[in-house]
């Protein structure tokens, strides 16, 4: 397969189409029964998680994010309204999972799904270093792993492993490994990879991360193996996080503004 068109940032489309079709032919009521949603990615997913790391350069506190949003007010999506995520979430009839940060760590709610995603995330580790905090995909699986901690306490293991087996997980991430790292002249990435062989370091680690639970990530598989379907929507995704990330001196002067 071409390199190019394994390409990481073409992750959330291969779930729009299984999931959002799926959800067409399946009545919304028995879908959202027993259904819940793990949500991992950056910021074209995130839901408040970075509003709770006090030092992070990547937050959307500002006018005029959510002010398509219920309530009006920003809620640490980084969009005037909903993110895709909260689109998936409404079409399968459930609720938008909150921010993994919002929840005490034995919260019931933990029960009815997390969003782990982090504005400024990748799949390594170095990406989007100059926000300061972020959460990296790493440090997202290592939360989803207090997470199924917690549900077993709560629930018993039977029971937890079940819920967790039958859960659907959600992950778009990627363009900021381009945008935030590799792309970027003073990180070290684009100086040591080809383009190519940065593809394959991308890949690799992600690999390694979607095996590092036990648990049956719903759909992964499929992303990896249908990636090429959707390389075209890389140049889109990168322009985004090219918006959100180089134009927030902007937006830092907006905040000035009077209402």
């Not at 409404?90 to 919002?102: A, D, F, N, T």
């Amino acid at each position: 397969m071409n390199p190019h068109a394994r390409l990481i940032l073409a992750i959330l489309g291969i779930f729009l189409r299984h999931v959002v079709t799926e959800a067409k032919v399946v009545d919304a009521k028995l879908l959202s029964e027993d259904l819940i949603t793990f949500v991992f990615g950056d910021s074209l997913t995130e839901v408040g998680n970075n509003n709770y790391l006090q030092y992070s350069l990547a937050k959307s506190n500002f006018p005029w994010y959510g002010i398509d949003f219920q309530g009006g007010q920003a809620t640490g999506r980084f969009t005037n309204g909903r993110t895709i995520g909260d689109m998936i979430s409404e079409r399968l009839g459930i609720q938008s999972p909150p921010p993994y940060l919002s929840l005490l760590p034995n919260d019931d709610k933990l029960l009815k799904g997390v969003n782990y995603a982090s504005g400024g995330a990748g799949i390594l580790n170095d990406t989007g270093l100059y926000f300061i905090q972020r959460l990296s995909l790493d440090d997202q699986i290592n939360c989803f792993e207090n997470t199924t901690i917690a549900i077993k306490g709560k629930i018993g293991e039977t029971a937890a492993n079940k819920l967790l087996n039958k859960a659907i997980y959600f992950m778009g991430i990627g363009s900021n490994d381009y945008v935030n790292n590799f792309l970027q002249p003073f990180m070290a990435a684009g100086q040591e990879y080809s383009h190519d062989e940065f593809v394959d370091l991308l890949l690799a680690t992600l690999e390694q991360q979607f095996t590092v639970s036990k648990y049956q990530i719903h759909l992964v598989v499929m992303w990896i193996q249908q990636l090429e379907d959707f390389a075209y929507q890389i140049q889109s995704f990168v322009r985004i996080e090219e918006t959100m990330y180089f134009g927030m001196p902007s937006i830092h002067q907006m905040q000035q503004i009077k209402y």
